[in-house]
């Protein structure tokens, strides 16, 4: 009897086999094969063609979900949409976007220094300039809207918002640089340039020309170059922050409220206060704009009869953590660091307010009440380690934690687990950046002798080792308990992992600085008996042992070794990115001949050279084992990524130590060459093994790299090679789109490469091909 072909459609339930949950075919007695492929592939098409829910069709269920808004906002930033196109990788739609926009703006920052270079040389009139401005803006503008209601939406609106931003530069310029329009008239087109962005944005539903006419507002003040009391500067700040609020919540913009806050605490900064006199009104403004951020977020996630988001959980954070910035910095300077625990108490006590107000809200609530909680235990436990001495608050806070971590365990509290997570995170940041440089440095200044040092031996326990143990000991507990209550009846959420993950991270952290401590204090005594080779001696003996594990195979054998070997690994790395970065080329005199820095290169690149090679080897070793562990295969990319990490740190700080002592005037261009050659390095290896993460490593690269153009060599370089740089280095990136754009099929997701085909119709022409389903 004649059966049907074989093939793996996910619509056929066959024996023994679970069912898929896809829709089934509807019964037919006795059909043809061609029947049934017709039915499949019917199926299939139907399937492909499903409608996918737009924005504002979508916004339902599924705009409650921690997930759905965390990947909506991210999308925003890195791609300019809240949904990633259909049938397009992530890669490719992150750096296409990017690499348009950067090459966008750095030509632009191109023709803006030709155009100072001719101005420089008489070729261009003031009239000339700023007609030529205002039409380029108009021009932007109307082009924009010709284009809109093709298929390039988003180069429209960037099209409009450019010219937004041309006039009010045109506007700034007329005034203060050419004096041709007054101050009153000036203000006067700004406000109206302003309106125009606000009414293309209704018109054309662009929050983004919104987001743009709202930066105008905030710097309306500054472009005008009016002048006023600090008093009517925080009013006005406040007038427009609450319309701009106001408007971000009903219309559902969220970049307008970022635009906001930065808009605000640019301005806090700006007009921050010089003398103790200044210190009751700035105090009583900032206190002004935190409770109208904050108390706006929390508001809003009430009154919107939905679960708060994951973003307005971390803008909730990062207001407080802002404004207690503030506190800490103008507080401390002109009322002494103790008084600083003053705001973190009262910022303590308005949150720890709601948090109480909010106890008995239901489900619906519940990461905005973790979050008020959180943040209210954050600061009562920074209040009251500030009121001990500063070189004892790591240690008061690891205090807290362990505190934080009985009551976790105690009470199964997903909040307090995040909040253990939270402090002893900061735990660690303090330990590692402010306690270590506070108990090293004067020895390694030469201000302290090796017996004194000695002689500190128990401080230095208690500040750096301590703490690193009691955060990983209490986060490591609460982390094992976690999993028994962190949990609902669907499964982990997205939070959950989080804070999951939190845990266990601090606890890692605590670990690794409690070994990276162990092995710096052995590296200062050896320093004492030895000090030539000491710093990159120590580096490769980290790596030996670390290749030691290697070689006996403890670190293929299972996945606790390849944690191990991982762990031992990254402390080399950062005992070579960070320590030996540090005291070696920032701290360490410049050689005296050029003969002596090529020694001493010698010397500190055994440390590097030991890295490269045990980094090379374990990957080979370790990527046979890669494919069904998952810990191995982190460990592999993690050495295969030192690979040419360490060359390129090692090069970049010895050019520039070199550099910087004999050719001073080309430190900034070595730099940047190197950064160049180890991106492109990372890129190669990434296309030639196929390994993704490397590829987006050289693209950081590059954006570190266009970075460092804006920040260092832009004020190294003049007129004519600042034009020169900024125009080549845009069309390189736009040439570099293009090539994306060129070979996208090289980028597709991988789920259409492993998509199962529909299988064949028959071709035989005998009537014995046809057979029954």
């Not at 045109?170 to 000036?186: M, P, R």
């Not at 900024?726 to 789109?737: E, H, P, R």
């Not at 028959?762 to 029954?772: E, R, V």
Request: proline share 5%; with cysteine.
């Amino acid at each position: 009897r004649p059966v049907a072909p074989k093939h793996d459609s996910p619509f056929i339930e066959r024996p023994g086999v679970p069912s898929t949950g896809r829709p089934k075919p509807p019964p037919v007695s006795s059909p043809s094969t061609e029947v049934f492929a017709a039915i499949v592939v019917e199926e299939e098409a139907s399937a492909q063609n499903a409608p996918v829910a737009s924005l504002r069709e979508g916004e339902t269920a599924n705009d409650s979900s921690v997930a759905a808004a965390l990947r909506r906002f991210w999308n925003w930033i890195v791609v300019g949409e809240e949904y990633v196109p259909k049938n397009v990788s992530y890669e490719y739609a992150v750096v296409t976007t990017w690499l348009i926009r950067l090459g966008v703006l750095i030509l632009l920052f191109g023709i803006g220094f030709f155009l100072k270079y001719s101005i420089d040389r008489g070729w261009i009139t003031p009239m000339h300039r700023a007609l030529m401005a205002a039409s380029a803006g108009v021009a932007f503008i109307l082009t924009g809207g010709l284009i809109h209601r093709k298929q390039y939406r988003m180069l429209a609106q960037g099209l409009m918002a450019a010219g937004v931003a041309t006039l009010h530069a045109t506007i700034f310029a007329s005034l203060h640089f050419y004096h041709l329009i007054e101050l009153d008239l000036a203000f006067t087109l700004l406000v109206g340039v302003t309106v125009l962005g606000g009414v293309l944005a209704l018109v054309y539903d662009a929050g983004f020309i919104a987001t743009l006419a709202a930066a105008g507002g905030y710097l309306s003040p500054v472009l005008a170059g009016s002048e006023g009391s600090p008093a009517f500067l925080y009013i006005y700040l406040a007038a427009l922050t609450l319309g701009v609020l106001l408007l971000a919540f009903r219309a559902r913009w969220t970049p307008l409220a970022i635009v906001s806050f930065v808009g605000v605490y640019g301005w806090l900064i700006v007009a921050a206060p010089r003398t103790i006199a200044d210190m009751p009104l700035a105090v009583l403004f900032w206190s002004v704009f935190f409770v109208l951020f904050s108390g706006a977020t929390i508001v809003r996630s009430l009154t919107a009869g939905r679960k708060a988001n994951v973003f307005g959980t971390i803008y909730s954070w990062l207001i407080a953590g802002v404004t207690f910035g503030f506190f800490a910095v103008y507080v401390g300077r002109f009322y002494g660091a103790h008084n600083i625990a003053w705001p973190a108490l009262g910022m303590a006590l308005f949150y720890g307010v709601p948090a109480f107000l909010l106890s008995g809200y239901g489900k619906e609530h519940a990461i905005l009440v973790a979050g008020v909680r959180a943040l209210a235990v954050l600061f009562a436990v920074v209040g009251t380690a500030l009121i001990v001495r500063p070189e004892w608050i790591g240690l008061a806070w690891a205090g807290e934690v362990v505190v934080l971590g009985w009551l976790t365990v105690k009470n199964r509290s997903s909040i307090l687990a995040a909040s253990t997570a939270a402090v002893g995170a900061a735990v660690l940041v303090r330990t590692l950046g402010f306690e270590w440089v506070h108990a090293f440095r004067p020895y390694l200044d030469g201000a302290m002798t090796g017996a004194e040092f000695l002689s500190l031996f128990h401080e230095r326990f208690g500040s750096l080792l301590l703490p690193a143990i009691g955060t990983s000991l209490a986060t490591g507990v609460a982390a094992g308990r976690f999993g028994t209550f962190g949990r609902d009846h669907d499964g982990p959420s997205l939070l959950d992992r989080l804070i999951d993950g939190g845990l266990k991270s601090v606890c890692a952290g605590g670990v690794l600085a409690a070994v990276a401590y162990a092995v710096f204090e052995a590296h200062l005594d050896l320093g004492i008996l030895a000090p030539a080779a000491q710093w990159s001696a120590t580096t490769a003996v980290l790596f030996v042992v670390a290749g030691g594990l290697l070689l006996k195979g403890t670190a293929s054998r299972n996945e606790t070794g390849a944690a191990l070997f991982g762990c031992l690994m990254l402390i080399g790395a950062c005992k070579f990115f960070i320590v030996d970065t540090v005291v070696v080329y920032a701290m360490g005199d410049p050689p005296p001949t050029r003969n002596a820095a090529l020694l001493e290169a010698c010397w500190h690149s055994i440390g590097m050279l030991a890295g490269v090679l045990v980094a090379a080897k374990a990957w080979m070793e370790l990527r046979r084992h890669g494919s069904s562990r998952a810990v191995i295969a982190g460990t592999a990319r993690g050495c295969l990524a030192l690979v040419p990490a360490l060359p390129t740190v090692f090069l970049m700080l010895e050019a520039y130590r070199y550099c910087g002592a004999f050719e001073p005037g080309a430190a900034a261009g070595a730099v940047s060459s190197v950064l160049a050659l180890g991106a492109l390095a990372a890129i190669a290896l990434g296309i030639a093994l196929r390994e993704r993460f490397m590829r987006w490593g050289g693209v950081t690269l590059i954006g570190v790299v266009i970075v460092k153009i804006f920040l260092v060599d832009l004020a190294e370089l003049d007129s004519l090679y600042r034009i020169i740089a900024f125009l080549t280095i845009g069309v390189l990136l736009l040439a570099a789109a293009i090539l994306y754009l060129r070979f996208r099929s090289v980028f597709m997701p991988e789920e259409e490469e492993d998509a199962c085909p529909v299988p064949p119709l028959p071709t035989g022409d005998d009537d014995d091909t046809a057979s029954s389903v």
